[in-house]
C-alpha cells in the first residue's frame, strides 16, 4: 500500500465531474486528497467501519460487497476505473460503511475528504449535476441487475453476468475476468459449481470460450437469446 499526495489540476484520469471544477477547485481539492495503491486482494475499506472519505477510483477493478444472512458474502457490482465508491456517505446522518470494498486487480483510489466534496456539490451546480447523473447510471445498472436476478433463471442470470462484465465492466471482448467462480456465484446469488456447469455448457454450446481468466463471447446473438429467455 502507497501514501502520496495528489495534484488535482494536472491529473489525466480526472472523472466527467471532476473535468468542470475550475483549476483554482481543484487546486483546493488538492490539498485534501491523496492516492492510495491496493494489490489484489486488499481491503479498501469495510462494511460497518468509520465513514470519512469519498472514495474516487484512478485505475483498477474493485468489488462491493454485502454481508448476507449467516454471514454470507453478496457482491453487489464491480467497480471499474472513473467509478466514485462510497458516494451515500456524504449524508451526515452516515456513520459507518454499507459495504466493504476490495481490490480485484492491483488499483488506485484517490481518499477525498467528505466535508470538502459536500462544500463542492453545493458550490459548483454543474459539478454536482454529474455526480448526480454518475449516481443514476450505477443505480440503474445495478437495480436492472437485481430484478433479472430475481427473474431469471440460472442460465439467463450468468448470461446477463458476462454481458454486464463485456459491456459495463471491462469495455471489451475478450476480456480478463478479475472474479474467481467462487466470486461470480456472490455475484449472481447460487453456488461455484453451479457456476462452474453452466460455464461448460455455454462452452462446449460455442457460446464462449475461457481460457486462463480470459473469457471470449463467440456467438453474442445466442448469448442475447439466452438472457431474452432468461
Not at 186 to 209: C, H, N, P, W, Y
Amino acid at each position: 500500500m502507497n501514501l502520496s499526495t495528489n495534484s488535482c489540476v494536472n491529473c489525466t484520469l480526472k472523472s466527467k465531474p471532476f473535468s468542470v471544477l475550475e483549476n483554482s477547485e481543484l487546486s483546493a481539492l488538492g490539498e485534501e486528497c491523496s492516492i492510495i495503491e491496493y494489490e489484489k486482494g486488499e481491503l479498501i475499506f469495510k462494511e460497518g467501519g468509520p465513514v470519512q472519505h469519498i472514495i474516487y477510483l484512478r485505475e483498477g477493478f474493485v468489488k462491493l460487497v454485502k454481508k448476507g444472512a449467516g454471514g454470507k458474502d453478496f457482491i453487489l457490482s464491480v467497480s471499474k476505473r472513473g467509478s466514485y465508491l462510497g458516494l451515500q456517505n456524504l449524508d451526515n446522518k452516515t456513520k459507518t460503511n454499507y459495504y466493504s470494498a476490495i481490490a480485484l486487480a492491483k488499483s488506485e483510489v484517490c481518499y477525498i475528504d467528505r466535508d470538502h466534496f459536500r462544500a463542492l456539490l453545493k458550490s459548483n451546480g454543474e459539478f454536482a449535476l454529474k455526480v448526480l447523473s454518475t449516481v443514476f447510471e450505477d443505480e440503474m445498472n445495478y437495480f436492472d441487475r437485481l430484478v433479472k436476478n430475481v427473474q431469471q433463471q440460472l442460465p439467463g442470470r450468468l448470461a446477463n453476468t458476462i454481458s454486464y462484465f463485456a459491456n459495463e465492466v471491462y469495455g471489451e471482448n475478450p476480456f480478463t475476468l478479475h472474479l474467481t467462480q467462487t466470486e461470480i456465484a456472490a455475484l449472481v446469488g447460487t453456488s461455484r459449481e453451479s457456476v462452474s456447469r453452466i460455464l461448460k455448457e455455454f462452452q462446449d454450446m460455442g457460446i464462449i470460450a475461457l481460457k486462463h481468466n480470459v473469457l471470449t463471447i463467440l456467438n453474442e446473438n445466442k448469448l442475447e437469446e439466452i438472457k431474452q429467455k432468461g
